[in-house]
């Protein structure tokens, strides 16, 4: 099997990059993680990565000032040279220009800490307990120019409990994102996603039942 080149591109914690790196250890896994981005040098998930042998650059943002797309052509310039195949955002803080993501159009992803189209933007534990939800989790989705927007390939819920802080929601959340983020990045590199009329279609999926009621009664 000729695995797909993967970029993660993080920004902290890196704990879905992490998640994505394990899940590629599998001989069976359609894509090989062969570079961990950060724009911020100081981010933990980079050392993450070197105890996993995995390749690591630092394109910081910073040094660029208000030049977003000097700071993507640096970001390009070291896809190109791992000759990457497709990218993963993962907990990467900064918004692109149409210019990057039309480069990376159906070949970079990103997890959303919430059910989408509900809660874009940040603090979206916060945003879901203000707004009373009863289920509440996350999204893999393609990247578009439009924040937290663009086809949706997977998502997974969690049961909002009455006693929960945004701190617990996280905690339950993060622990759906790590299986959904490496299952839409498999079904991305084995080909099995198609948009049709904005919306993905995976080829071969199962049919969940359609039932997820919360609370049970
Ligand atoms: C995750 O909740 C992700 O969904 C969001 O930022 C957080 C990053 O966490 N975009 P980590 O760096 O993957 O641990």
Same mark, same amino acid.
């Given at each position: 099997?000729?695995?797909?080149? =993967?970029?993660?591109? %993080?920004?902290?914690?890196?704990?879905?990059?992490?998640?994505?790196?394990?899940?590629?250890?599998?001989?069976?896994?359609?894509?090989?993680?062969?570079?961990?981005?950060?724009?911020?040098?100081?981010?933990? #998930?980079?050392?993450?990565?070197?105890?996993?042998?995995?390749?690591?650059?630092?394109?910081?943002?910073?040094?660029?000032?208000?030049?977003?797309?000097?700071?993507?052509?640096?970001?390009?310039?070291?896809?190109?040279?791992?000759?990457?195949?497709? =990218?993963?955002?993962?907990?990467?803080?900064?918004?692109?220009?149409?210019?990057?993501?039309?480069?990376?159009?159906?070949?970079?992803?990103?997890?959303?800490?919430?059910?989408?189209?509900?809660?874009? #933007?940040?603090?979206?534990?916060?945003?879901?307990?203000?707004?009373?939800?009863? %289920?509440?989790?996350?999204? =893999?989705?393609?990247?578009?120019?439009?924040?937290?927007?663009?086809?949706?390939? @997977?998502?997974?819920?969690? @049961?909002?409990?009455?006693?929960?802080?945004?701190?617990?929601?996280?905690?339950?959340?993060?622990? %759906?994102?790590?299986?959904?983020?490496?299952?839409?990045?498999?079904?991305? @590199?084995? #080909?099995?996603?198609?948009?049709?009329? #904005?919306?993905?279609?995976?080829?071969?999926?199962?049919?969940?039942?359609?039932?997820?009621?919360?609370?049970?009664?």
């Amino acid at each position: 099997m000729i695995k797909k080149r =993967v970029a993660v591109l %993080i920004s902290g914690r890196g704990s879905n990059m992490a998640a994505l790196v394990a899940a590629a250890q599998d001989a069976a896994f359609p894509a090989a993680i062969v570079l961990v981005l950060s724009n911020r040098p100081g981010a933990a #998930g980079l050392a993450t990565a070197r105890d996993c042998a995995i390749e690591t650059a630092v394109v910081d943002h910073a040094v660029y000032g208000r030049d977003r797309e000097a700071f993507e052509r640096a970001m390009q310039e070291r896809l190109e040279a791992h000759r990457v195949e497709l =990218v993963c955002l993962a907990g990467f803080m900064r918004l692109f220009t149409p210019w990057f993501v039309d480069r990376w159009q159906r070949r970079m992803i990103n997890i959303h800490p919430a059910l989408l189209p509900a809660f874009r #933007g940040l603090d979206t534990h916060q945003q879901a307990l203000a707004a009373g939800v009863k %289920i509440h989790g996350a999204s =893999v989705h393609f990247v578009v120019p439009d924040m937290d927007a663009g086809p949706i390939i @997977a998502q997974g819920a969690v @049961a909002v409990r009455d006693d929960d802080t945004a701190a617990t929601l996280a905690a339950r959340v993060l622990a %759906i994102e790590h299986r959904i983020y490496p299952a839409a990045l498999s079904l991305l @590199a084995a #080909g099995r996603i198609t948009i049709v009329d #904005g919306r993905c279609r995976i080829e071969g999926a199962g049919d969940a039942d359609g039932r997820l009621l919360v609370p049970e009664v």
